[in-house]
C-alpha cells in the first residue's frame, strides 16, 4: 500500500530566516494521522536563508540525520564537533543522553535540507556526531547513506532499526529496493517528478509504504530520491 502525502497538505511555518514544511506532527503543527511511521519521528523539508541558522539548542535520545539538498550546514556541538556538510552529503548525530548543537547556514545562498528524526532502539547512550561525502555523480541505483546495522562500513552508523538510503536517476532510469516482510518506508523526491510502483510523486511529495515487498521507481524527469526504511 502507498499513500500519496503532497507537499501542499504538509504543515509548517514561514519564520522569514526559516521556512519549514513538515510531514509529520512538530512543533506547533498537530495531525493526529501523521504522528510518526514506525520510528520514523520527524521529516521537516526546510529552507534557511543566508547567514542564518539554528542557534543552540538541546536535543536527547533521538537519532537526527541532516541530507543537504543544496548549499551547506555547518554543524558546531557541546562535544567540541565542528563540520560543514554540503549538498548531497549527510550528517548524523545520535544525541544519546544529551548534546546541544547549533546548525548555521554560512553561505551566500539558501541552504536546503531534509531533517529526519528516527527513535532509537534503547536510550541513554554517550551522545556522537559524524559526516560523510556522498556525491552524487557516483550512485548507482540506492545508495546507503546511514544505517543501524553496525557491521557497514560504507555508510554512517545510526542507532535505530533503520537505514536511509538515496539514489539519483536521469529520466527515464529506473531503481528497486526491497523491504523485508513488515517493514515500513518513507520516500520523497527532493527534486524531479517520479513513479514508485505506479504511483505518481513531484518534488518535494511524501509517499508513506507499507506491505510492499519490491518498491520499483522511475523517474518522469530527472529526479533525486530519498527513503527511509524503518520499523
Not at 500500500?1 to 509548517?12: A, C
Not at 555547518?74 to 549527510?90: M, P, Q, W
Not at 546495522?149 to 537505514?163: F, G, H, K, N, V
Not at 515500513?184 to 508513506?208: C, F, K, M, Q, S
Request: proline share 5%; hydrophobic share 40%.
Amino acid at each position: 500500500m502507498l499513500e500519496l502525502r503532497p507537499f501542499n497538505t504538509l504543515g509548517g511555518a514561514h519564520h522569514g530566516w526559516l521556512d519549514a514544511h513538515h510531514h509529520f506532527s512538530f512543533a506547533n503543527y498537530y495531525d493526529p494521522n501523521r504522528m510518526h511511521w514506525g520510528n520514523l519521528r520527524v521529516w521537516n523539508d526546510d529552507v534557511i536563508a543566508p547567514g542564518t541558522g539554528f542557534p543552540h539548542h538541546p536535543h536527547h535520545d533521538m537519532e537526527i540525520i541532516t541530507y543537504v539538498r543544496e548549499g551547506a550546514i555547518t554543524h558546531e556541538d557541546s562535544l567540541g564537533n565542528k563540520g560543514r556538510t554540503e549538498a548531497g552529503d549527510v550528517q548524523v548525530m545520535s544525541a544519546g543522553t544529551g548534546i546541544v548543537h547549533s546548525e548555521y547556514n554560512l553561505e551566500s545562498t539558501p541552504t536546503t535540507i531534509f531533517q529526519i528524526w528516527i527513535i532509537p532502539d534503547h536510550a541513554g547512550d554517550a551522545p556522537t556526531w559524524g559526516s560523510k561525502p556522498f556525491p552524487k555523480s557516483l550512485r548507482e541505483g540506492f545508495v546507503t547513506l546511514a544505517n543501524g546495522q553496525q557491521d557497514d562500513q560504507e555508510s554512517l552508523t545510526i542507532r535505530a532499526d533503520a537505514r536511509v538510503v538515496a539514489a539519483n536517476l536521469k529520466a527515464g532510469e529506473s531503481a528497486e529496493y526491497r523491504l523485508d516482510n513488515g517493514r515500513r518506508a518513507y520516500l520523497v523526491p527532493a527534486t524531479g517528478v517520479i513513479e514508485v510502483n505506479g504511483l505518481r510523486a513531484h518534488a518535494r511529495d511524501g509517499v508513506a509504504i507499507v506491505d510492499e515487498s519490491v518498491l520499483r521507481v522511475t523517474a518522469i524527469e530527472d529526479s533525486e530520491v530519498v527513503l527511509v526504511d524503518v520499523a
